[in-house]
């Protein structure tokens, strides 16, 4: 059975959630404070995490930051806040998915299907073959999911790596970003396309010598982006 980690200051909300996911066939455990969430996020053994933004003692974003420096597990971030600048930094720090209050509990448990099913798909497969992908001065070790840039190891997120793999495997190709989200999310029906655009600036900051003139992930203007051997 699937755990599930809800983060949620507010009793109501976080009940009315937990029930919903229970009755959806998953384990699920609440945390109400910040703190006492980002604990049990480092300490469990959680398959994905329901994090509030507004919370006490320590925040949404800062929750987020600290789990992804030890684990890929999927993140969605739910909030009242509608603010563009305050989704992007949540996509940017590595949240899976950013959920705006009041939301349906059957679009809550669809993306948690969704984000579960995709990311087994991606890491539990048990794949062991030896599978590198080397363009330039970046090389993939697809089996670890690992990438080098110059040699240097850099770290990305669950989705800025699956992002990556699938724009390198499919070189010379101008994709949408409808496109991209439904290749990557596969949640074209319950989504925002912004998620796409702060998944390509993040995989620029990471990959270019020079982010502003990618020389990798090129902008066709008024279509999508296309990868560059």
């Not at 299907?113 to 890491?123: G, N, P, S, T």
Request: proline share 3%; hydrophobic share 40%; net charge negative.
């Amino acid at each position: 059975m699937k755990r599930i980690l809800i983060i949620e200051d507010d009793n109501v909300i976080a009940e009315v959630e937990k029930d919903y996911l229970e009755a959806s066939g998953f384990q699920t455990d609440v945390a109400h404070s910040g703190d006492v969430g980002l604990q049990m996020a480092l300490n469990g053994c959680y398959d994905l995490i329901i994090l509030d933004l507004m919370l006490p003692q320590t925040d949404g974003f800062e929750i987020c930051r600290q789990v992804r420096k030890a684990s890929n597990v999927p993140i969605l971030m739910v909030s009242a806040k509608k603010e563009d600048v305050d989704k992007i930094r949540g996509l940017g720090l590595g949240a899976d998915d950013y959920v705006i209050k009041p939301f349906s509990l059957g679009e809550l448990v669809a993306r948690v299907k969704a984000h579960l099913a995709r990311y087994e798909r991606l890491v539990g497969s048990g794949e062991t073959k030896k599978e590198e992908i080397r363009i330039r001065g970046i090389r993939i070790d697809v089996p670890a999911r690992r990438v080098f840039v110059n040699e240097t190891e850099v770290t990305f997120t669950s989705k800025e790596y699956d992002l990556l793999l699938f724009l390198v495997k499919h070189p010379g190709r101008v994709f949408t970003k409808d496109e991209l989200f439904e290749r990557i999310w596969g949640l074209d029906s319950l989504g925002d396309i912004a998620t796409v655009t702060v998944h390509i600036s993040k995989l620029r900051e990471k990959i270019e010598l020079n982010p502003s003139k990618p020389q990798y992930i090129e902008t066709i203007w008024g279509v999508g982006y296309r990868f560059n051997m």
